[in-house]
């Protein structure tokens, strides 16, 4: 990703343009700007935020992290859509092949894209969770599995600490390192304004449950306490989590 520069996608082909906002004069009205976010690009650039005016719609894909979004968002009247997990299916695509012989798709238990194998995407789906960039990282090598259970097991001890002021930072769309690695964030079943969070697989609940067997009896009752009132969802299944617990308990 470029932060001095943006692509212009037209009738007449593509172009780049510098990020500053003169260029704001070259986005036709009714564009679509894309926009992604880093911890080196907090914001859509100039170029887009001043073509707003000529009528182009600004869209930036980011995660709830209020430093990146807040600031542009208040001033340019921007509205939240939250977006959906990464499904199982869309995951399977990295190995599925267009044959433009016969237009059909062909699966295939390697991606020629990727070259991955997309058996071990979808048990690192299963296990971890919707997040596609850590179900790729895992299965390239990029990201070791030690490395990756130590670091949940670490964001389930400090939810388990503090659950009402990481999940306050779920309402606010403030994320957390625990946002990324234990809890997953969804639009609620009303609308795509608003957002819930969850521990989507059997293995991540698995994981809280031993850090909060691993708590005196005190702090259980307290999590307990303020993950069940909590208003934006129950975030775990509380029979399959009970029954998890006894059995780290034993």
Request: proline fraction near 4%.
């Amino acid at each position: 990703m470029f932060n001095d520069r943006f692509f212009l996608f037209t009738e007449a082909g593509p172009s780049k343009h510098s990020v500053v906002a003169a260029s704001a004069m070259e986005i036709p009205s009714g564009t679509w700007a894309l926009a992604n976010s880093s911890d080196f690009v907090g914001q859509p650039c100039s170029a887009f935020l001043a073509a707003r005016r000529n009528g182009t719609w600004i869209i930036q894909a980011t995660l709830p992290k209020r430093s990146r979004w807040f600031e542009w968002s208040k001033q340019q009247e921007a509205r939240f859509y939250v977006m959906d997990w990464f499904t199982p299916y869309e995951l399977e695509v990295l190995g599925w092949v267009h044959d433009h012989a016969f237009g059909c798709l062909l699966t295939l238990s390697t991606s020629r894209l990727l070259g991955l194998d997309t058996t071990k995407l979808l048990s690192n789906y299963r296990t971890w969770g919707p997040c596609a960039r850590t179900c790729v990282n895992l299965v390239r090598g990029r990201l070791k599995v030690e490395r990756h259970s130590t670091d949940v097991s670490n964001a389930a001890a400090k939810f388990v600490s503090s659950p009402q002021s990481l999940l306050g930072l779920v309402r606010e769309f403030n994320a957390d390192e625990v946002l990324d690695v234990l809890l997953f964030v969804r639009p609620t079943a009303d609308s795509r304004g608003h957002i819930r969070a969850e521990v989507p697989t059997k293995h991540l609940s698995s994981i809280l449950a031993l850090a909060v067997a691993r708590v005196d009896e005190a702090q259980q009752s307290q999590f307990f306490s303020l993950i069940s009132s909590h208003p934006i969802r129950r975030i775990l299944d509380e029979g399959l989590f009970m029954r998890q617990l006894v059995e780290q308990k034993e």
